[in-house]
Each structure stands twice: as C-alpha cells, then as structure tokens.
Nanobody, 124 residues
Framework: QVQLVESGGGLVQPGGSLRLSCAAS????????IGWFRQAPGKEREGVSC????????RYGDSVKGRFTISRDNAKNMVYLQMNSLKPEDTAVYYC?????????????????WGQGTQVTVSS
C-alpha cells in the first residue's frame, strides 16, 4: 500500500521558518517527481514546488520563489520543503504528491499518490 505522510507543519510567526517532510512507504520516491501543494480555505489548490526524479531539477511557484527550497533524499525516501520568511498568506494545508515529471505539476490532474496534508499557520 502506497502512503505519503507529511509532517512538520505548525504555527509560526511571520518571518519565521518551517521545514516540511514527506515520507513515503510502499513506493520508491526516486522513480517519481515530487510536488508540494497547498490549499487555503476558500481557495484553489496551488502548486508550490516540484523536484524531478533523476537530475533533481526544481520548480517553484512565483509566490514562494526565493523563500522556499525543495530537496530530496532518495536514500531515506524523503522529500523536504524548507520554508523561510513565512508570510500570513502562506497559511494553508500543505500536501506532497508523487507524479511523473514537473513540467505540468500545477495541472489539476497531476499526481499519482497524495498525502493527507499538514497545516501551516503563519500568524502573530
């Protein structure tokens, strides 16, 4: 059974940092591109970042460029999202997903496997 589990969310003050983790079981993540997504109440799901399976090339949404960094450790079957300089508008449930390539990771039908999400709240 394939399972992706996000962790590392929480409450942080504006300007603070969090590191999210995506742990996989039942699937070898190095065969997949891994994307991070978020969804705030009343808003559509947004593609945050993606890292490819082989060369580890990365993509970022415009709203997080320069603040967030995606990385992967294939030996541990883990993917991370380091989030710095957090803003209140980053508040959302964050999900990781495994799919085939990052080119279209923001499309609605991307992703073969999804986690359940972790809440990130940025507030003073």
């Amino acid at each position: 059974q394939v399972q992706l589990v996000e962790s590392g969310g929480g409450l942080v003050q504006p300007g603070g940092s969090l590191r999210l983790s995506c742990a996989a079981s039942g699937v070898t993540l190095d065969y997949y591109a891994i994307g991070w997504f978020r969804q705030a109440p009343g808003k559509e799901r947004e593609g945050v970042s993606c890292i490819s399976s082989r060369e580890g090339s990365t993509r970022y949404g415009d709203s997080v460029k320069g603040r967030f960094t995606i990385s992967r450790d294939n030996a541990k079957n883990m993917v991370y999202l380091q989030m710095n300089s957090l803003k209140p508008e980053d508040t959302a449930v964050y999900y990781c997903a495994a799919g085939g390539g990052c080119t279209y990771y923001s499309s609605n039908d991307w992703g073969d496997y999804w986690g359940q999400g972790t809440q990130v709240t940025v507030s003073s």
